[in-house]
């Protein structure tokens, strides 16, 4: 099986906000009109609370960002082969090292420069250009484009691994959320990459 891509209907979806609905419930007398603002109350502070918490996110990311600006061009093709497969703490804690040996060292104790050495010769080198490979191992595949999005059926047998977004992009952002039709849908047997498919919903682009 090769990259394929297709194009088929997308599905559409319903979101709730809090579990909550703005409906008047179906109290008796006066508790109507106050239950309408209880629920109308919860809904706000909910969303304040959701505003703030993107907002805290965003600064992290700024901030993460500009860390790794800073870093010498050799250190951020270095942290490239590494970033897919790192948690948010373990980004940070690197880039709050103090010079490249200890970022270095840091690989080495976390574990994480192991199990990329750990990987086939091919598959680090699909690793370091950004890029899946046919017959690379699950493992390399989440150096290449991260954890995926949904899972299905067991990795070292059959699986169908889902990704959110565009093969093309998903080597340098990894599962984008806010391209909620466009997905890849990739197949392994015994462990190993068998081959993808770009999934775009009917009427994308038109």
């Known amino acids: 099986m ?3 891509i ?3 209907r997308s599905s559409s979806t319903v979101a709730t906000i809090d579990g909550h609905t703005l409906s008047p419930p179906l109290s008796q007398g006066g508790r109507r009109g106050v239950d309408v603002q209880e629920t109308a109350l919860r809904s706000v502070r909910h969303f304040l609370r959701s505003l703030s918490l993107v907002g805290t996110l965003v600064a992290l990311t700024s901030r993460t960002y500009s860390a790794l600006q800073r870093l010498p061009l050799e250190e951020q093709t270095q942290l490239a082969i590494y970033r897919k497969v790192m948690t948010p703490a373990q980004k940070r804690t690197y880039l709050a090292k103090e ?3 200890e970022r270095t060292a840091y690989l080495q104790a976390s574990g994480l420069a192991q199990r990329f050495e750990a ?3 091919s598959d680090r ?3 370091r250009s950004g890029f899946p490979r046919v017959g690379m191992s699950a ?6 484009w991260g ?3 949904d899972t299905a059926g067991d990795a070292k047998r059959y699986a169908h691994w889902r990704y959110l977004g565009s093969s093309l992009d998903l080597g340098a952002y990894g599962n984008q959320y806010r391209q909620f039709g466009n997905r890849v849908d990739v197949y392994l047997v015994d462990g190993h990459v068998v081959g ?5 919903p009917s009427g994308a682009g038109q």
């Open 139 to 144: 493992e390399a595949l989440r150096f290449v």
């Open 2 to 4: 090769r990259h394929l």
């Open 196 to 200: 993808w498919v770009d999934y775009i």
């Open 99 to 101: 010079n490249a040996a």
């Open 6 to 8: 297709d194009r088929g």
């Open 147 to 149: 954890d995926p999005y």
């Open 119 to 121: 990987l086939a010769p």
């Open 125 to 127: 080198d699909a690793v």
